[in-house]
């Protein structure tokens, strides 16, 4: 009967404008020859995002660190996130520091919207910070499955 | 004292980069029925993300499921935030008198460089008995 009462009450927030409610995967893809990325997080009834597993950046166009090119859930923070059934946004921060690295740092931001074919499309920020800074911007799309 | 400000100028500029001044956040709802706090800390400088947020909310309104609706919230609550540049949004989450709630602020600058915020807010319970109560208004925000 809770379960019932929950789903009722999951049901009637979708009919309130705002937030898809739902439990499933949520994916974002950046493949334009500038960036390789692909993200994959869960995402709960509440929308809480929970990073998935080892993540790798790969430009040709932004020297990335190589400590910070594949990073797993501990070193990669997701600083920022908003999920409702209009759009996505995802900023993604980690840094790193050793003897041989003085401070690097990656930030990747997404912003992608709902388009009239129900896909999330939109465009991403890359900002690296290291021994050379570089910003490189491009398209993005999001699923939510 | 010149010279004590002098040296605290000299201090925090000395920091490394990656530790970052940290501001105070707040937005307050104050309506007939419903008053709510919202406080958390964030860092400028840096990935800006709200930290040791806390929230108080007292639902009086007539409306409002049964129970009492007078409680705060930790930080365990934010379930989303986005706050970056001039956009202030987050969702608050918690299970309550056996009903779930959400808060849902999302607030703009009101003007380039100013620490106010202006916006909207929607409270939602389900209570345990399927119905559904909401309520939406005007929120104020600060980033200072």
Known sequence: ?145 | MKRFVLLQFLFAVSLPSAAHATGNADCSIDEPGLNVTFEALYGYGGTGELRQNHASIALTDPKSPPGNWTFDLDGSALEQQWVVGDEFKVLLYKEHEGADMVLEIQARRTAPEDIAFDGTYRLIIGPSDGSLFSRAGKVACSMG
């Open chain 1, 1 to 145: 009967m809770k379960k019932i009462v929950k789903t009722a009450f999951l049901a009637a927030l979708l009919l309130f404008p705002g937030h898809a409610w739902a439990t499933g995967d949520l994916g974002c893809e950046i493949n334009d020859g500038n960036l390789k990325f692909d993200y994959v997080t869960l995402v709960n009834r509440s929308m809480r995002l929970f990073l998935g597993g080892d993540v790798r950046f790969e430009s040709a166009k932004a020297e990335i660190p190589a400590p910070l090119q594949k990073l797993d859930q501990g070193k990669l923070q997701l600083v920022h996130s908003w999920y409702d059934d209009r759009e996505i946004r995802l900023m993604l921060y980690a840094e790193h520091q050793d003897d041989k690295v003085d401070f690097a740092s990656i930030r990747l931001t997404i912003v992608a919207a709902l388009d009239e074919n129900d896909d999330y499309v939109g465009t991403y920020r890359l900002e690296v910070e290291g021994t050379r800074n570089v910003v490189v911007t491009g398209k993005t799309s999001c699923l939510v499955g």
